[in-house]
């Protein structure tokens, strides 16, 4: 594989239920981040993580936990969710070495819905 | 002010002409700009990066104005393919490491036969 990947590819959850949804870099990146796209909104950074260890949590409720267990794959744990949280959750991975700012590149995304 | 602000559009232009996005942002110290596609119900991808002295891709030109805090997409010659929204992203950096991009909510362009 190539590229950015995410599973599962569209999601339906209810509000109390648990699930988690999977990303894995193949492009020999070092940070990894999570997006939420609402529609009719721009995409908002929710994490990132840079050489496993988070360097950003954009004020995201605790119902979203994310986890890095290595450079390559990143994980988004999800509880107790409510129905605005649904909308596609983007994966994104890039170089970062120093002050240089690398491109992003997405993977297809996790479409989400919660009832 | 929005930190990154876009007309959402929709631009309708015909095939085979020339049509310009602009965008403003907010950050004076923002450190990298970009411009990246979305088509429909897909993920967005990375069309070009904006560097001060304009940049150009085929028939894809891009410029920034760093004094006005400007940057500017400039598409020749419109293919019915180039239908897309695009977006407008500014790269301003974070302390611990990573890059932290803004992205505006993007121009939606519909290039029409």
């Known amino acids: 594989e190539t590229g950015v990947t995410q599973t599962p590819r569209h999601l339906v959850m209810g509000m109390t239920n648990k699930k988690s949804l999977k990303c894995e870099q193949h492009l020999g990146h070092n940070a990894m981040y999570w997006y939420k796209q609402s529609a009719k909104k721009p995409l908002e950074l929710m994490f990132v993580?840079?050489?496993?260890?988070?360097?950003e949590n954009n004020s995201v409720p605790s119902r979203f936990s994310p986890e890095c267990p290595n450079s390559s794959h990143l994980f988004l744990h999800l509880h107790t969710l409510q129905p605005e949280d649904s909308a596609l959750y983007l994966c994104?991975?890039?170089?970062?070495?120093?002050?240089?700012?690398?491109?992003?590149?997405f993977g297809p995304g996790t479409r989400l819905t919660v009832t | 002010r929005k930190e990154v602000e876009q007309d959402p559009g929709p631009f309708n232009v015909p095939e085979g002409a020339t049509v310009a996005f602009n965008c403003t942002y907010s950050n004076s110290a923002s450190q990298s700009f970009f411009w990246y596609r979305q088509d429909c119900r897909k993920e967005p991808k990375l069309l070009m990066s904006v560097y001060s002295s304009g940049n150009e891709d085929g028939r894809f030109t891009a410029q920034l104005n760093r004094a006005s805090q400007y940057i500017s997409l400039l598409i020749r010659d419109s293919k019915l393919s180039d239908s897309a929204t695009y977006l407008c992203?500014?790269?301003?950096?974070?302390?611990?490491?990573?890059?932290?991009?803004?992205f505006g909510t993007g121009t939606q362009l519909k290039v029409e036969l």
């Open positions: 993580y840079n050489f496993k260890e988070q360097t």
């Open positions: 994104a991975s890039s170089h970062f070495l120093g002050d240089e700012p690398y491109e992003q590149y």
């Open positions: 992203v500014v790269n301003n950096g974070l302390t611990g490491g990573g890059n932290k991009l803004t």
